[in-house]
């Protein structure tokens, strides 16, 4: 028999706080493992342990929420290769689900009808040599291409890089979100209005209704 199993960190059930559906409750599965190092990142406690779940464990836990939304994330979701049936499965069984990656991976055999949020890694993540250009052909409309930016300098980088790529005709949504704790998000607001760019600003809305607590 195939061994169809993910490690997991945890399944929970919260308010999105990222991304394009951002506030709508969506059941999160967090897979166990990354091979980057962002200096800024919130889920090094899924770097290590977590527990195998078989692919019909993790549906059925996540069919006890009765959600519409169910967002994927880690971790790294894609350095673990039974991450892609679990996407087609997820999108068979009717729901609306969203991959949050590195785009350190390729991106080409996640499930079409997945929203992939693909994060850019910026200068100051210290992970920029892990972006993998050639993934960026391959997005569709749906997907998100988004950059967590630490300083002025990542903004000018990721300003450039929207350009270059002209990632705002490519993607509905091209997400600007402060580093946590790093960049004032008042900031970085001021910065897109005075530059008029095409793209929609967020705050991890999550911390700031619980803090930085896992399981939310
Ligand atoms: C924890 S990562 C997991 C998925 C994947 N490894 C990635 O980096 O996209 C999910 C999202 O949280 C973002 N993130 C992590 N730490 C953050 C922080 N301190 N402030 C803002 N966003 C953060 C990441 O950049 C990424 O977009
Ligand atoms: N509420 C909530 N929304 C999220 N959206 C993306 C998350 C992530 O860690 O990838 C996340 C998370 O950890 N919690
Ligand atoms: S790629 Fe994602 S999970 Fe990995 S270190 Fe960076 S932010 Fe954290
Ligand atoms: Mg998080």
Not at 43 to 71: D, N, W
Not at 134 to 140: A, C, H, R, T
Not at 144 to 164: H, I, M, N, P, T
Not at 190 to 212: M, S, T
């Amino acid at each position: 028999m195939t061994d169809d199993s993910l490690r997991i960190t945890e399944i929970f059930y919260s308010l999105q706080g990222e991304a394009r559906t951002l506030g709508r409750p969506t059941v999160f599965v967090r897979l166990t493992g990354c091979p980057l190092r962002c200096h800024y990142c919130d889920s090094e406690y899924a770097f290590h342990g977590g527990e195998r779940m078989t692919l019909a464990s993790i549906l059925e836990q996540v069919a006890g929420y009765q959600p519409q939304y169910i967002c994927v994330t880690g971790g790294e979701p894609l350095a673990q290769p039974n991450c892609l049936p679990l996407l087609t499965q997820l999108c068979d069984a009717g729901y609306s689900v969203s991959l949050e990656t590195s785009g350190a991976m390729p991106l080409d055999e996640a499930d079409t009808r997945v929203s992939r949020v693909m994060d850019l890694k910026t200068p100051d993540s210290g992970e920029l040599d892990k972006n993998r250009w050639e993934n960026i052909p391959l997005l569709q409309p749906h997907d998100q291409v988004k950059f967590v930016l630490c300083s002025r300098g990542d903004y000018e980088w990721a300003k450039f890089k929207l350009d270059e790529y002209r990632l705002a005709e490519r993607v509905d949504d091209v997400l600007f979100s402060p580093s946590f704790g790093q960049l004032e998000p008042r900031q970085l607001a001021d910065w897109i209005v005075e530059d008029n760019l095409p793209v929609r600003f967020q705050i991890q809305i999550h911390k700031l209704l619980w803090g930085d607590a896992p399981g939310y």
